[in-house]
């Protein structure tokens, strides 16, 4: 078959045949292919993070708990779950989140569901998922139908340049833009311990902020913070615990539909 | 430098994000390849696309530190045998051991029912006896018989001496003859692979 120093017998013509099929064994379906494109994508955008290193759900050693975690987080193949790790990666942009607040034409840097957030009264029925597992730049060209889901990019540096917001339609929010640059830092402060590795900081940095925006406007991605951070730490009743109370306070999570897999 | 992408720098974070087009492209290339050996590592059903993305986030990871001189399929093989036994060794892994193939869609028009019937049984049949074989010849066999990777190129992305290598394919060759031989006695391989029926 190939180049070998050695002379290799030939095969028995029966086994020859059986093998000649299995060769030809096709590949897989685009659809298939698409779908683990989405999850890879959102891996190595989630992982590929200095300091964050054990994201691999193959990686280590770890208890079914976590492997529910893990298998959900895998599950984020599915295109309901692309918006949460688009939280999940939007929050490690953070700067340019608190930018966007803070300066008008820094918006671009948002996550496609803290705009969302934005935007709409919490107390509005939540719109489907849209496929849009990256941030892009408001007053780019549409993007192409079949254009395959890029790498996201996990840095604040690697963001899209900020745009003018002058195509954002903003509804009045009932919190202040203080107040929101307020649980920004303070999730920010522990998805900067999360990435580095420090657990305990990065969970004692998401429970100070339960404890002072108990009903905040990013309540939904502290909790989901904060499983991550259990789970990452290798705390199995940790996940679980937060993760049972993540699904009770977000029923309607995608994380939680992907976690209950 | 990098382990399984366990100590990426900034730069090579930056580097990847600046890839996608090339991560695509290999991406592209190599997928139908990365499952198929998967499953002939003893991947089925649901794990078999959770070890496929496993594999690719591990090949990107590392891919800053490859050298583009080697083949990159027998690469993403080594990769796949150890993302496996990785598997293999928390068993909690693999959902899906002991599930059947489903059965393959025949898109071909010139393929009967029948004829896929019997391609898939095949297909089947080798996956099976292929799990008889103790793993680390099972990856010298799949890639050499049906991946068609060179013996140097299978020492080299299994991390193993090229004597061990054609050791393990010689016993490997000769365990699954052996096993058509005993289990199927009256199997008769069929000469055309290419899903035609010649019945008619």
């Not at chain 2, 598997?87 to 025949?106: D, F, M, S, Y």
């Not at chain 2, 001496?161 to 016993?171: E, G, Q």
């Not at chain 2, 060759?173 to 006695?185: D, G, I, K, T, Y």
């Amino acid at each position: 078959m190939s180049d070998s120093s050695l002379e290799l017998p030939p095969l028995d013509a029966n086994v020859e045949a059986l093998l000649r099929i299995e060769r030809e064994r096709p590949s897989v379906s685009a659809a298939q292919a698409e779908r683990m494109w989405s999850a890879i994508s959102v891996e190595l955008g989630a992982t590929a993070v200095p300091g964050v290193a054990q994201a691999s759900p193959m990686g280590r050693a770890a208890s079914p708990v976590q492997s529910t975690v893990v298998s959900g987080i895998g599950k984020l193949a599915l295109l309901k779950a692309l918006p949460w790790v688009a939280v999940s990666l939007g929050v490690g942009s953070i700067g340019g989140f608190v930018a966007g607040h803070r300066t008008a034409g820094s918006r671009a840097s948002l996550s496609p569901v803290l705009k969302e957030r934005e935007t709409t009264p919490r107390a509005d029925p939540a719109p489907a998922p849209q496929l849009v597992p990256i941030p892009v730049p408001l007053g780019a060209p549409p993007a192409s139908p079949v254009e395959p889901p890029r790498l996201a990019a996990p840095l604040p540096s690697v963001m899209p340049a900020a745009v003018p917001s002058s195509h954002v339609r903003r509804k009045p929010t009932t919190r202040s833009d203080d107040e929101l640059a307020e649980e920004e830092a303070l999730l920010r402060q522990a998805e900067s311990a999360l990435r580095a590795g420090n657990w305990s900081t990065a969970l004692a940095e998401i429970d100070a902020y339960a404890r002072r925006y108990p009903r905040g406007e990013l309540a939904e991605e502290a909790a989901y913070l904060g499983v991550r951070a259990c789970q990452r730490g290798g705390d199995a009743t940790g996940t679980q615990t937060r993760l049972l109370d993540f699904r009770r306070r977000f029923p309607s999570s995608p994380l939680g539909k992907s976690a209950d897999d | 430098m990098t382990n399984f992408g366990r100590s990426l720098n900034f730069s090579q974070v930056v580097s990847l994000s600046q890839l996608p087009d090339e991560l695509r492209a290999i991406y592209d290339a190599e997928v139908g390849n990365v499952v198929n050996s998967l499953r002939r590592l003893g991947a089925r059903g649901r794990d078999l696309e959770d070890l496929t993305q496993e594999v690719f986030v591990r090949a990107f990871q590392q891919l800053p530190s490859f050298d583009r001189t080697r083949a990159i399929r027998p690469w993403l093989f080594g990769i796949a045998f150890r993302v496996m036994a990785e598997a293999r060794r928390h068993t909690w892994k693999l959902r899906a051991a002991g599930q059947a193939e489903a059965p393959e869609v025949a898109t071909d028009p010139g393929v009967t029912p029948e004829r896929a019937a019997e391609i898939h049984e095949t297909r089947r049949l080798v996956l099976e006896l292929l799990e008889e074989l103790v793993p680390e010849r099972r990856a010298v066999f799949a890639m050499y018989e049906l991946n068609g990777d060179s013996m140097t190129e299978i020492a080299d992305a299994l991390g193993i001496p090229l004597f061990t290598a054609y050791s393990r394919l010689r016993v490997a060759r000769a365990q699954f003859a052996s096993l058509v031989r005993e289990r199927h006695p009256g199997l008769k391989g069929s000469g055309d692979s290419s899903g035609k029926d010649d019945s008619k």
